[in-house]
């Protein structure tokens, strides 16, 4: 999966368990509250990973060209 597309996916259940918690506290469902809370982690993470998927790429290609300038 590319470093956008873990992004784009992270982003989404951010959002949405955040929905979700608000749902819950709005009819008073603390196991809805929880799973948006599980949902926002997850896309907390999704997002990291995306964003360590870049700063390895970018690292990559910082070294390849130091390389290619010997």
Partial sequence: MSSTTDKIKGYTNDAVGNVKQGVGKLVGSEKLQA??????????AQ????????????????????INKI
């Fill in 35 to 44: 799973e948006g809370a599980a949902q926002e982690l997850k896309g907390e």
């Fill in 47 to 66: 997002v990291a990973v995306g964003k360590t998927k870049d700063a390895i790429k970018d690292t990559s290609n910082a070294v390849n060209d130091k």
